[in-house]
């Protein structure tokens, strides 16, 4: 098992070493990821159809037999997604050796057997111990996604416990078929004692960005139906690309762990390209304030918040991120705790391993405090805004640095908070959590500001919120946070960029009309096919697709609309066209005061959806970044901020739809900003 382990691991270094190679720097000369597979004998390819027909007829019987019994149809997914690994490897090239080909006719045998069981109302996968594949079905695109348990003996006992979430390494072969066969033989490189390990495909290439991070919470909240789950002894870890994730997930949402134990990996993106991958950067200047999402470097004062330990090998090329992560805590007064391996590369060293493990137990062992005294915060984003019970809900400005000091002060009932960009607020204790006293009102001191506030209530909860206007700071009730439609504002989970559409439910939104020119027209079904394929690609999954005309009221009020095509083309284009705050017609493009004719020119944009602002609204583009961003996981980051104008003269290349003549952030209004 552990040389099985230890071949897994040289596998992901060997790819991490060829994806990282001088000529993925060459955007006219990108390699496909994933890349070309193996020619299927005939014979193989007849069986492999035939196997596939059989499940999938069998599944669409269970679909039925099982309408009246909802705790078995929600397993189904448990049997699909075999069915769409081996689709996927088989229609679209991704065999990658001849002993997947053998593997994946063993899958097809496993998910008969195990729709056999759902036939006779049984389930003995949903809560065994050992080595477990499960999977879910994912509200973004309806798509089943794969993941992994390693569940100890112990979780019989109906007792809560640890849970580790492990994220995997860069693998360009790490297909479907790969991952359900890895997991049904090999534990990971750590399994703690009593301890559930959740493995997450995080949608292959991946480092739980995007729809991958979506993937995390989902597979969390689904084991935890099946297995009791200690919520305050939750971990996250990761070695390599999976790393670069575990970065994120401790900057982003540092209050949810016990522990975080990031190892090798990337936590930012310009210095690590630079020195890993020798790029020359050339950011436009959105690129540039996009990077603040994920660089770990711009977050690092919430690791205030969480317990790090740091792993790297002292002769890896990624022992970079380490480095700058240690001078990023260091400007914060952090001494970080750095774990390295003597002698060591891409890999973790025995004895450094031990002591990583040691440490990390410890911590768990202890536990999360869910109610700290202090709270130090920052972010860039309100798609990242809360900590412990701490909630920004509106910004001065976005993608400028905002930062939040909070503390429950000596002084009896008093919290005091000084704040930076930041306009509105929310202090919330769930029942049982509040500390203070349940018989005073409760002082608040905001940028030394004095507020009163009611007092906590007898379950011991509390919940108050804040506004500020010029530089005074006011108790508010809940109902002012929440914009109306009539004054829309950004808030969390409706602020943009483009490719925040695609953490949640999203449905593309095709054309029937004809288009108002013929360029236009050309460039819209080669984006839209471009955007399938990639999404299939690299995200797994197949994007539901509508025409116009058939979109219902049911799918404005469930989906974030991708609407392709222009306002003549496009029938729910055409009813909005006028609410948006670019306009667009047969004369041409307008942003705020800039104008670009209409034969070569195409807005993209993302704006809350006119029909329904719970939800957004995008024009013409999936994710923004593409085939030379594939090459590196460092690379994958937003590429064109909340709106666009696209020069459809100029050529599609493998960093953009075309030539970018304009782009921008929508203020927090979203109104077009003065340049």
């Known amino acids: 098992m552990k040389q099985n382990v230890s071949l897994l691991f040289a596998l992901f270094a060997t790819a991490v070493a060829h994806a990282d190679g001088p000529k993925d720097n060459q955007i006219d000369n990108v390699r496909r990821v994933p890349p070309p597979g193996i020619a299927v004998p005939e014979k193989d390819r007849a069986e492999l159809n035939q196997g596939l027909a059989a499940l999938g007829k069998e599944i669409e019987s269970l679909r039925g037999a099982l309408k009246g019994k909802p705790q078995l149809l929600d397993l189904l997914p448990d049997v699909e997604i075999f069915h769409k690994a081996v689709r996927y490897a088989l229609a679209y090239d991704e065999f990658f050796k001849p002993g997947e080909i053998t593997t994946a006719k063993a899958h097809l045998q496993t998910a008969m057997e195990r729709a056999k069981s759902l036939r006779e109302g049984k389930a003995p996968w949903a ?42 390494g860069r693998g360009e072969n790490l297909s479907e078929v790969n991952f359900l066969a890895d997991h049904q033989k090999n534990p990971g ?35 935890k139906k099946f297995y009791p789950v200690d919520e305050n002894r939750v971990c996250v870890r990761g070695f390599s690309m999976g790393g670069a994730s575990t970065w994120g997930f401790a900057t982003h949402h540092a209050g949810l762990w016990a522990a975080a134990a990031p190892g090798a990996g990337f936590s930012e993106t310009a210095d690590f390209l630079k020195v890993f991958q020798n790029e020359e ?43 700058i992560m240690e001078k990023a805590l260091a ?92 306009t509105a607020l929310t202090l919330d204790f769930a029942p049982g959590l509040c500390p203070l006293d349940v018989t005073a009102k409760v002082k608040v001191i905001l940028d030394g500001q004095k507020l009163d506030a009611p007092a906590p209530e007898s379950d011991r909860s509390w919940k108050a919120h804040f506004n500020r206007t010029g530089k005074k700071w006011a108790l508010t009730d809940d109902s002012a946070l929440r914009a109306p439609s009539s004054a829309l504002a950004k808030r969390h989970g409706l602020q943009g960029p483009i490719d925040d559409a695609f953490m949640d439910s999203f449905m593309f939104v095709r054309p029937t ?29 197949d994007a539901r697709v509508k025409n ?33 705050p670019i306009q667009w017609n047969a004369a041409g493009v307008r942003a705020g005061n800039k104008s670009f004719p209409a034969d070569q020119h195409v807005p993209v944009m993302i704006y809350p959806n006119p029909l329904n602002p719970k939800h957004y609204v995008v024009l013409n583009s999936s994710f923004t970044y593409r085939e030379y961003d594939y090459l590196n996981n460092a690379r994958q980051t937003p590429k064109l901020p909340d709106w666009a104008v696209v020069d459809i003269s100029k050529p599609v290349t493998s960093r953009a739809p075309g030539g970018i003549a304009a782009a921008g952030f929508f203020g927090e209004r979203w109104q077009v900003k003065k340049p």
């Open 331 to 422: 400007a914060e007064g952090i001494k970080m705790t750095h774990i390295i391996g003597p002698n060591t590369e891409h890999k973790y060293e025995p004895g450094a391993k031990a002591e990583v493990e040691r440490r990390v137990d410890a911590l768990a062992a202890h536990g999360r405090n869910p109610v700290p005294e202090k709270i130090k915060f920052t972010t860039y984003s309100l798609r990242y805004n809360t900590m412990f019970w701490l909630a920004v809900d509106a910004l001065e400005e976005h993608w400028e640095r905002a930062r939040v000091d909070a503390e429950l002060a000596d002084e009896d009932n008093t919290v005091k908070l000084a704040t930076k960009n930041v």
């Open 281 to 323: 950067l050339k950011p436009t200047w959105w690129e540039q304030k996009l990077w603040r999402l994920y660089d770990a470097t711009e977050n690092a004062i919430n690791l205030y918040n969480v317990p790090l330990v740091v792993y790297s090998g002292e002769k890896d090329r990624q022992k970079q991120a380490a480095d």
């Open 513 to 541: 009309g004809a288009a108002m020119n013929a360029k236009v027209g050309a460039w819209v079904q080669g984006e839209l096919q471009h955007a399938l394929t990639h999404w299939r690609q690299q995200f797994r999954g």
């Open 548 to 580: 116009d005309a058939d979109v219902t009221d049911a799918d404005i009020a469930s989906h974030n609309l991708v609407l392709w095509g222009d306002p003549q083309s496009n029938k729910l284009l055409a009813k909005i066209a006028d609410k948006l």
């Open 127 to 168: 809560n065994a111990t050992g080595l477990v594949v499960r999977g879910q079905r994912s509200r973004l695109d309806g798509s089943v996604q794969p993941y992994a348990l390693v569940v100890p003996e112990s979780a019989r006992a109906g007792l809560p416990l640890r849970l580790d979430i492990w994220f995997h």
């Open 189 to 223: 490189q750590f399994t703690p004692p009593n301890t559930i390990v959740l493995h997450v495909y995080n949608r292959y290439c991946n480092p739980a960005r995007f729809a991958g991070e979506t993937d995390v919470f989902e597979a969390w909240a689904h084991l």
